[in-house]
């Protein structure tokens, strides 16, 4: 058993009912777990949402909250994987003051090498895109920390499965 605490991302596979988030919360709250990031979106399959996350805990009690999760009704499957088995990216938006764009050559090599892309500009700011690892969206709101953000998001992390999942076979015949 794996008792050293890690990073792990949950995939939980349910119907999309109001109240679910609650219930599925309460299941990390009661362990007094806390979750890295949290989303939730559509699955390959129609009528079925898909919850991605991200938990850093022992390998044993990401276990147990997998059996408690899949007591919950509207719960279809959850899985739970390790970062080296998934391909995954998260994404930060930036917002800045226009005039930088265009008097801080500084900020255009940032952007450049960054690989972030422009998402929108006007007379008074302009908003950067970044997806990739944590790591990078850090860096890149380091770097332009310096010149002032003035506003900044992250998303939770999302992720696919490198191995096929064979979830998509039971969830075709859940949807039958």
Do not use: C, W
């Amino acid at each position: 058993m794996n008792i050293e605490n890690q990073l792990f991302t949950i995939s939980v596979y349910t119907e999309n009912n109001i109240g679910l988030l609650n219930r599925v919360s309460a299941i990390f709250q009661r362990r007094g777990i806390n979750i890295e990031s949290l989303n939730i979106s559509p699955s390959e399959i129609e009528g079925v949402a898909k919850f991605t996350i991200v938990v850093n805990m022992a390998e044993d009690n990401v276990k147990k909250i997998i059996g408690q999760l899949e007591k919950q009704v509207e719960v279809i499957k959850a899985y739970y994987h390790d970062l080296d088995n998934i391909i995954y990216q998260i994404s930060g938006l930036f917002k800045i003051k226009s005039e930088l764009l265009f008097e801080e050559r500084q900020i255009q090599n940032i952007i450049k090498e960054s690989n972030a892309r422009i998402v929108t500009v006007n007379k008074d700011f302009f908003v950067l895109e970044k997806s990739g690892k944590k790591d990078e969206i850090v860096e890149l709101y380091n770097q332009l920390s310096v010149f002032g953000i003035m506003q900044y998001t992250r998303s939770g992390l999302i992720g696919i499965t490198k191995e096929e999942m064979k979830i998509s076979t039971l969830l075709e015949t859940y949807n039958n």
